[in-house]
Each structure stands twice: as C-alpha cells, then as structure tokens.
C-alpha cells in the first residue's frame, strides 16, 4: 500500500489552515492599535474567538500527526524506528524553539536575554512528541487499551486540575525549567495544559489507526465530532455545575469559573467535522504543501514578526501602530510572503543544505589549518618565553 493511500488529507488540511490562522493572528494581534480592541465590536470579536482556536487545533493536529505514524509502524516498542525519529523531531523543535529567541548582539556583549528563556509553542510541541514517545514506550508492552486510555486520561488530568497547578510560580526551579511549567515569567505556552490537547490528538489518531479501513468511518465520525464538539461546547459547564451541586468542591467551581480547556477542545472537535466533511475538496497539491511545511513557515514568520537573532522585525517598528484598514490587508501580505518564502526554500532545501553542510566542512578544514599553522609559532613563542624567564631569575639571583 502506498504512503498516500494511508495519508489523512484533511488532517494536512487543518495543519495548513491553523498555521496560517497563526500568522494573521501574531500579526495583527502585535501591531494592530489598541484602540481598536473593543470587545463590543462584533468582527473583532469574531476575530478573537477564532484566534483562540488556533493554538489547541495545532497541539491537536500534532499530536494526531505523529501517533499516527508512529503506532503506522510495523514494529514495537524501541524498534519501532519513528521512536528515535520522533526523539530527534522533538529535541529539534526544543533547539530551533530556543534559537528563534536568541540575539546575537547580546551574544556578542556575552549576555543572554531573559527573552531567550521563555517558552512558546515550538518547545511545546517538541516536548510534547517525547511525552508522547515516553508513554507508547511505558505502555508497548500492554495490552492495546492502555496506551489510548493512558492518553486521554492524561487529557483529563491536566484539564481538570490545571485552576490548581496555573496558580504555582515554581520559584524553587531555575526560570529556565520553570518556565515549562508557569507563565509568570512571560513565557507564551507552558507544557501543562498544553500538553493535553496533544495528548487528546493522539488518542484520536488511534481511533482513526483501528477503524481506517471501516467503509462508512466518515459517516460516523463526522456526527460524532459534532455532537462530541457540541456537548463539550455548550454542555460541559452544565455538566461541572452538577458535579460542584453533588460535590460541594472548591475545584469543580474554580473550573466552572473559567472553563476555556473543555469549551476550546469542543471547537477542535467542531473543526475536525468540518473538515472531514469537506475532506474531498481539501486535496490540493498547494495546501497540502503548506501542511507539511509548518514549522519552515513558523520559523520564517518568526524572523520576520519578532527580529529573530537581531531583534529588527515588524514587531519592533509597528508594535501596536495599525489602523485595522492597514493590518488586515498587511495581514494578508504577510500570511503569502511568509508562505511563499517557506515554499521556496522547501523547493530547494535539499541544495541550501548541501551548500550549507560544504560551508561547514570548508570552515572546519580552514580552522584545521590555521590551527596547525599556529601550533608551530605558539611552540616557538612559549620556549622564546621559558628562555626569557630563566635568564630574568638568572639575573635576580646574581
């Protein structure tokens, strides 16, 4: 069978659409004028709630994503080969996450920037696919229940304790490591709740993984991610107010006071319907392209938004400056330039690779010979030096 014939377009589909809901949203969320922030204005308002779906659909489709090839493979447990590939993914999204925060003039001063320790959804995301890994390792070995019911009950648990673990500021950590865990430092994403919504993504590729083959699994999924989606929507605070009614516990109305976890994974829900539902007019080479080669754009929007290595982005420059008939139309630039440049570079990245792997070969013979040319004079310098000293003493001595 061929890798297309196992591809989920739609799934590629919604990858693509949430990056790109992700680079109209960082640019006009950081540069358009606060004065046009009114929440009593209907599109802005209609704006701001979808942004918000952004960021769970993309933990979502991750997780989804990379369960799904991984448990695709044949082998079990450290055999399986997409264990050490995914290793190698998530430790790359960690390094390129904290790169994209370096800035080489307070490199060159010696410094490292507060900015350079925060968190966002790269090293997220990256740890996330070893959470991943490190549960399907945990559980290879069990039966074929566990893993799925480990995932999702890793959903709940964060969901449902995260009013108690968002309130602790992990002062005893070094900000480094703490800023996984709390936003009080400033750090864009944490790892909990975050990692809920991957995990939640990775149960749902089981389930599509065991009923792939099932002739009328769109029939049957699409209305299940409705009503799933709706209940979760528009039911799930009904459903905690009960419980607190029953309970009588503090936990249940602190989630009831800010219930967004289970009411955003009901849009997921939503949006997984809708785009199976439209899953056949979803296969188009140019999305399809743009799905699987989010992190090229994520990295490329970066640089460009927020000054990655100089700090000289549009952030810098227009940071809450536009009027919304400005940012609307320099949103839609921004989504194409950031798109198309990525595009390019994925078109070549074999040849900028090869010419960047021969720079580096070059660089390293250069530092070979240079230092082997230098090992000689050095010699010559510390034995001139040695002569010196002794003859200095000499001298002392008489």
């Known amino acids: 069978m061929s890798s297309n014939s196992k591809r ?5 589909a919604m990858r693509a659409w949430a990056i790109l809901m992700m680079l109209q949203g960082h640019f006009i969320d950081g540069l358009l004028d606060p004065v046009f922030r009114q929440p009593n204005n209907l599109a802005y308002s209609i704006w701001l709630y979808f942004r918000g779906i952004t960021a769970p659909v993309f933990f979502t489709v991750s ?6 090839l991984l448990v695709a493979a044949p082998e079990i447990g450290w055999k399986n080969p997409r264990v050490k590939k995914g290793i190698r993914r998530g430790l790359q999204l960690l390094f390129i996450g904290y790169l ?3 800035n080489l003039f307070g490199l060159l001063k010696g410094e490292l920037y507060d900015g350079f320790f925060l968190i966002d959804v790269l090293q997220c995301i990256g740890l996330s696919i070893l959470g991943i890994i490190t549960t399907y390792i945990i559980t290879a070995k069990r039966k074929a229940w566990v893993f799925p019911s480990v995932l999702i009950s890793i959903t709940l648990f964060l969901f449902i304790l995260e009013p108690i673990y968002k309130t602790w500021t992990f ?4 900000i480094g490591i703490a800023n996984y865990f709390t936003k009080v430092n400033g750090s864009v994403f944490t790892i909990f709740p975050w990692f809920g919504y991957a995990t939640v993504g990775a149960f749902l590729s089981l389930l599509f993984t065991k009923f792939k083959s099932f002739r009328n699994l769109y029939s049957i999924a699409i209305p299940v991610a409705l009503v799933i989606g709706y209940l979760l929507l528009f039911q799930s605070s009904n459903l905690f107010e009960v419980l607190l009614a029953q309970t009588q516990w503090k936990l249940f109305e602190l989630i009831l006071n800010n219930n967004y976890l289970f009411i955003r994974l009901g849009d997921v829900f939503l ?3 809708v785009f199976m539902l ?3 007019a979803l296969t188009h080479k140019t999305v399809l392209k743009i799905g699987g080669s989010t992190l090229t754009i994520y990295v490329m929007h970066f640089i460009l938004l927020y000054g990655s290595f100089t700090g000289l982005g549009l952030y810098k420059f227009l940071h809450h400056d536009l009027t919304p008939t400005i940012a609307i139309p320099g949103a839609l630039a921004f989504m194409f330039i950031c798109t198309y440049l ?3 570079y994925m078109k070549h990245e074999d040849e900028v690779k090869t010419q960047i792997s021969y ?8 530092l070979h010979n240079g230092v082997a040319f230098a090992i000689p004079i050095v010699k010559m310098g510390i034995s001139r030096l040695r002569l010196f000293i002794i003859r200095l003493f000499v001298g002392v001595r008489s």
């Open 8 to 12: 989920l377009f739609f799934i590629d």
């Open 63 to 68: 997780g989804f994503i990379f369960t799904y």
């Open 100 to 102: 994209l925060r370096l």
């Open 171 to 174: 002062e005893g950590l070094p």
């Open 271 to 273: 949006v997984f319907a």
């Open 278 to 280: 439209l899953r056949q």
């Open 342 to 344: 990525s595009l390019v």
């Open 359 to 366: 720079a580096g070969k070059q660089t390293l013979i250069h």
